[in-house]
């Protein structure tokens, strides 16, 4: 389930790279080291952690836009401690639970057999496509592409929830 996502992430950081790299003033010989360099780098991500992953621990959310994002899901879900199951279930605290197991909400039952425990990875990937994650699910919500939306998304959730620490 990882690696689709390692891929993903070893293909941005590939492109990043090859974006920065000078066009016209790097001779060839100068090129060389630095081609290699990002192949090193490549195969380094893909044995350990990688550097977009920390790049993205480093970078501090847009807590601001977290909270904008966060209006697409406010028809359906309430976020505060108590707060009402609406279409969707109450996401208070919703870091580290099991999927579908807020008490009183009739989930799908593909969400109830998923075998989810929503952590940064899996929410993320959740509210990228609800649909491709968990083919079924009856939460119909099309998902957030923009990485970087999703990761201050993800970051005013956690804040809400008071589970960010
Ligand atoms: C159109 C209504 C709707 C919208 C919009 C919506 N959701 Fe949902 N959401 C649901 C429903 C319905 C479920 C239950 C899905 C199931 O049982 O398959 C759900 C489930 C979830 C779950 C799993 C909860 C659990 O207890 O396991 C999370 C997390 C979640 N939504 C987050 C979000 C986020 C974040 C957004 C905004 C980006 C969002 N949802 C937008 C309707 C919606």
């Given amino acids: ?4 996502m390692l891929i993903l992430l070893n293909l941005l950081l590939f492109t990043g790279l090859a974006a920065c790299e000078p066009t016209s003033t790097g001779t060839k010989a100068e090129k ?14 893909a044995q ?6 920390k790049h993205e621990e480093t970078a501090a959310p847009d807590l601001v836009n977290g909270q904008r ?5 406010k028809v359906c879900h309430t976020i505060i401690k108590g707060g009402r199951h609406k279409v969707g279930p109450n996401l208070y605290g919703i870091l580290g639970k099991p999927a579908a197991s807020s008490e009183g909400f009739r989930y799908s039952s ?3 057999k998923a075998d989810i425990v ?3 990875a ?6 990228q496509s609800p649909r491709n994650t968990v083919p079924g699910t009856s939460m119909s919500f099309i998902g957030i592409r923009d990485e970087k939306s999703r990761r201050d998304l993800l970051a005013y959730i956690l804040k809400e929830t008071a589970a960010s620490d």
Avoid: R, V, Y
């Avoid at 389930?1 to 689709?4: I, K, L, R, V």
């Avoid at 899996?122 to 509210?127: A, F, H, R």
């Fill in 1 to 4: 389930m990882n690696n689709p």
């Fill in 32 to 45: 060389k080291p630095e081609t290699s360099k990002i192949h090193t780098d490549i195969e380094a991500n």
């Fill in 48 to 53: 350990g952690e990688s550097a977009a992953e």
């Fill in 69 to 73: 994002q966060f209006s697409k899901c």
């Fill in 110 to 112: 593909a969400l109830k």
């Fill in 118 to 120: 929503w952590d940064k």
């Fill in 122 to 127: 899996t929410l993320d990937k959740w509210i």
